[in-house]
């Protein structure tokens, strides 16, 4: 495993609040990708980071923001979080030699 | 754009029989490489086998093989001797571009039954 971390695991917000999650890896990827997950859509991509402060959207990337100041954090914001934000997130880094991705535990996210 | 298509939401297998899932892509990029993960109810992502598209041959990893066809973009997975642990989602994924594009098909279910 890469050993990737995501904090919190699980969180309950009210709408209109700001959220921030937090991805951790320990392998120096350079790569790191923020996803998420809703039944009949498989997982959808973000946001992904390619070098430190190096960051470009996804396919669903409205109402999200991301960060990354150095190589091990990777952080997913919602500025003002939606019921629609209702979900799973993944954090998931690519290996550098087999081009994997390499997951982590999954944060569920719930906007009331 | 590249696409990513899993025909089958939803399969289902004997134990000890073989299952094949299907998974499609469309791109025009000549370098990329596939995947395919499984999510079980534990939701992580873990994955079961990868080819890279210049390598003809196909991936076999235990009771895990892929039928990688590049001129028709398809590349299903074939599990044999199910398991009910082979119980989960599956998605398929493809990656490549200068940026690293990566995309997920919609996942195909599988139910094991004993």
């Known amino acids: 495993d890469a050993g990737i971390t995501q904090s919190p695991r699980h969180k309950v917000t009210e709408t209109g609040t700001p959220v921030t999650l937090r991805c951790h890896q320990t392998?120096?990827?350079?790569?790191m990708y923020w996803y998420r997950q809703d039944p009949g859509h498989g997982l959808r991509l973000i946001h992904y980071?390619?070098?430190?402060?190096?960051?470009d959207k996804g396919e669903v990337s409205d109402g999200y923001s991301v960060s990354r100041s150095k190589t091990e954090d990777f952080l997913l914001t919602l500025e003002s979080a939606t019921s629609s934000q209702t979900s799973v997130y993944f954090c998931?880094?690519?290996?550098?030699?087999?081009?994997?991705?390499?997951f982590g535990p999954g944060t569920r996210l719930t906007v009331l | 754009a590249q696409t990513v298509t899993q025909s089958q939401p939803e399969m289902s297998v004997q134990e000890a029989e073989t299952v094949t899932l299907s998974c499609t892509y469309d791109?025009?990029?000549?370098?990329?490489?596939l995947f395919w993960y499984k999510q079980p109810p534990s939701r992580q992502m873990i994955l079961v086998i990868r080819?890279?598209?210049?390598?003809?041959q196909n991936a076999t990893e235990n009771r895990f093989s892929v039928n990688f066809q590049k001129a028709a973009k398809s590349f299903s997975l074939k599990i044999s001797d199910s398991q009910l642990g082979d119980a989960a989602m599956y998605f398929c994924l493809w990656g490549g571009g200068s940026q690293g594009n990566l995309i997920f098909g919609k996942g195909t279910k599988l139910s094991v039954k004993p």
């Open positions: 080819q890279e598209a210049y390598k003809q």
């Open positions: 791109t025009s990029e000549s370098d990329y490489y």
């Open positions: 392998e120096n990827h350079r790569y």
């Open positions: 998931a880094t690519r290996g550098t030699r087999t081009n994997e991705q390499f």
């Open positions: 980071s390619y070098g430190v402060k190096d960051t």
